[in-house]
């Protein structure tokens, strides 16, 4: 089942958006698709279907946190794990994120190993594990 999932990779930074893709691919998460800020990222989750949403926290136009308290006050969104990337490990920033819902924090430069931990967490919770 979880191989199925479809991820959405939300960072204004083409590169990192990359990384995290090929990251996913070689965990065997070959389903994912790209957005370069929360708007551009809130269209394409109202547009489609997705399972998950790995998402920058600084970005321009609509921040992560900006991205995370849209996704979890709508309806038909709130649902949706939301596993927030950052450059900066600041204590109020990973206590934000747990306060608006988001289901997982890491950061960056992260490897392999840390985002399949993470992301197999949050999977476990999703299927109630």
Do not use: C, W
């Not at 709508?74 to 289901?103: C, F, N, W, Y």
Request: a negative charge.
């Amino acid at each position: 089942m979880s191989a199925d999932l479809r991820f959405l990779i939300v960072d204004d930074f083409s590169t990192m958006r990359r990384i995290v893709r090929g990251l996913l691919k070689e965990i065997g998460y070959t389903n994912a698709e790209e957005a370069e800020d929360g708007v551009d990222a809130l269209a394409q989750l109202r547009a489609s279907k997705f399972d998950f949403v790995v998402s920058d926290i600084n970005m321009p136009n609509m921040t992560g946190f900006e991205l995370l308290k849209a996704i979890k006050e709508d309806p038909s969104l709130k649902h949706l794990p939301v596993l927030m990337v950052t450059a900066e490990a600041r204590k109020e920033d990973i206590v934000l994120a747990a306060q608006s819902g988001a289901s997982g924090y890491i950061v960056k430069p992260f490897t392999k190993a840390t985002l399949e931990e993470k992301v197999m967490k949050i999977i476990q919770k999703m299927q109630g594990a």
